[in-house]
């Protein structure tokens, strides 16, 4: 469904157009700022429809209760207002104010229709005022923010286990200060908290870099608000205006790439995250693949195979031998927000959640760290293996159920005192299976055919191609 800005006034009578009766999650975006293509205006339609897709693909949300939505609140991409054959509005971009003004008219109509709906923000140019804005009133949360970085604390639970360093003792530079990496960054700051540290000293192990170097509160330059948090106090005045600067001045742990920035990890920075760590935690995590800060081979062969790695985009296995002469196959670590805000989805949905609280999205990147086997733990990975998703999501839904149970935010009451098996079979038992679809449609087909006096050979072979499908 597209809603545009000229709508205003009307949504709730537009929203009535929807064909489906039970809505129980929409994906909004404004196109403004899809994936690291920039602004698309409408035509970021195939972000809500693809997310929504995934929804149902690893969660088994049922597919007639999403709505994908695609807000025209016009576009700031000049090409694209002149384009002749752009169909969205040629207004510019409306104001930060009348955006407010639509989104909340938006939020409280989609709600009256379907009280119960789980709302998913993504692909906004700055998502920070309506999450802020909306999170403690409706059930929504943004996975640009919240899902990147549930997903990533996931990996990095399980890097920093592997480590060997306590939590107090990982110092971590960050490069790009944006919503990826903020959200990233503050709930890592959480994990540290839970493992026993006071939220200073947590803040305090992080240094984000953006364009213009380290983020300090000295820099001259005027914080956007969400970097405020981050912003170093003790640098006694100095600046450091680079990523090379900063990681010689803080000798880091952890190093993390949100920047869109490809091959910025240079082999002389991963050489020198190898001479200062025995197990270096390099995460680059810029999509497309042309956009990761290195690749896994670099990685791997820059840091003589010790590096605890997990990128955004993914990345082939790869055979090195070490210096001290061992051959073996190394295995990439993809921190895909998938594995997260499927489960997000379906336990809000399940537990009728009425807020998405932090930690219950503190629990879905919990929930992913703990979801790894012994098996795929020897193999070095720090994420599940993709193909077990379903199974990822019923444990990701659970947990987030435990925490919407625990603050107190569920009205599912029903299932409260379920064990963690029994709630585990309540999920699957409400998931939608495609497979079970093609039983029940197998069924028909086989009791028409034999109205009709057909062999029952036909069916199954209809069966087995159904199966490769
Ligand atoms: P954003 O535009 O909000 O932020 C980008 C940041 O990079 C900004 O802080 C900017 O200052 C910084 N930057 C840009 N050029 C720089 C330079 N030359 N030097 C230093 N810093 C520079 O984008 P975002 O939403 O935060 O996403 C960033 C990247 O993270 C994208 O490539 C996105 O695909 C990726 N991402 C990955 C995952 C995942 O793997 N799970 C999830 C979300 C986003």
């Not at 503050?186 to 984000?208: P, W």
Request: proline share 5%; glycine share 10%; with cysteine.
């Amino acid at each position: 469904m597209y809603l545009s800005y000229e709508d205003r006034g009307n949504l709730a009578a537009v929203i009535a157009n929807w064909p489906q009766p039970n809505v129980e999650i929409t994906c909004i975006t404004d196109g403004s700022r899809i994936l690291g293509l920039g602004d698309l205006g409408i035509n970021g339609m195939g972000i809500p429809i693809g997310k929504l897709a995934l929804y149902t693909a690893c969660a088994g949300i049922r597919p007639e209760a999403t709505l994908p939505l695609t807000l025209d609140l016009g576009t700031s991409n000049k090409t694209l207002r002149e384009d002749p054959l752009y169909m969205g509005s040629r207004r510019d971009k409306v104001t930060p104010e009348e955006e407010q003004e639509f989104m909340d008219e938006l939020m409280a109509a989609l709600t009256e229709k379907w009280p119960g709906i789980v709302i998913q923000f993504e692909d906004f140019k700055n998502p920070f005022p309506a999450l802020e804005r909306y999170r403690r009133t409706y059930t929504c949360f943004n996975d640009d923010i919240q899902g990147t970085g549930a997903v990533i604390l996931g990996g990095v639970i399980n890097a920093v286990k592997r480590s060997g360093l306590p939590c107090k003792e990982h110092r971590a530079v960050f490069l790009g200060a944006g919503s990826a990496g903020v959200g990233v960054a503050r709930q890592i700051v959480e994990f540290f908290m839970r493992e026993g540290m006071t939220e200073d000293e947590a803040r305090s192990c992080f240094y984000l870099v953006d364009t213009k170097g380290l983020v300090t509160a000295d820099r001259g330059d005027r914080l956007a608000d969400h970097k405020v948090y981050f912003a170093r106090k003790d640098n006694n005045g100095q600046q450091f205006k680079s990523l090379e600067e900063t990681i010689d001045y803080v000798k880091p742990t952890i190093l993390m790439g949100l920047s869109t920035l490809g091959g910025v990890f240079t082999p002389e920075i991963l050489n020198k995250m190898a001479a200062w760590n025995s197990h270096p935690i390099v995460f680059p995590l810029s999509n497309p693949s042309s956009k990761s800060e290195c690749t896994f081979e670099s990685a791997v062969t820059h840091t003589d195979g010790r590096a605890l790695f997990a990128s955004g985009s993914p990345f082939q296995p790869f055979s090195f031998t070490n210096s001290a002469g061992e051959t073996k196959t190394y295995y990439p670590g993809q921190g895909n927000n998938m594995y997260v805000f499927p489960g997000i989805g379906l336990g809000t949905i399940l537990s009728k959640a009425v807020e998405v609280t932090d930690s219950m999205i503190y629990a879905s990147g919990k929930a992913v760290a703990e979801s790894l086997t012994a098996e795929e733990a020897d193999m070095g990975l720090l994420y599940p293996d993709l193909t077990r998703i379903r199974d990822v999501s019923v444990v990701v839904a659970r947990q987030v159920i435990r925490a919407a149970q625990e603050s107190k935010v569920d009205r599912e009451t029903g299932i409260r005192d379920l064990s963690d098996s029994d709630l585990d079979a309540w999920i699957k038992a409400r998931m939608y299976q495609p497979h079970g679809e093609v039983q029940s449609l197998e069924r028909e087909v086989g009791s028409l055919l034999s109205s009709i006096g057909r062999p029952n050979g036909f069916i199954h072979s209809v069966s087995e191609e159904n199966s490769k499908l």
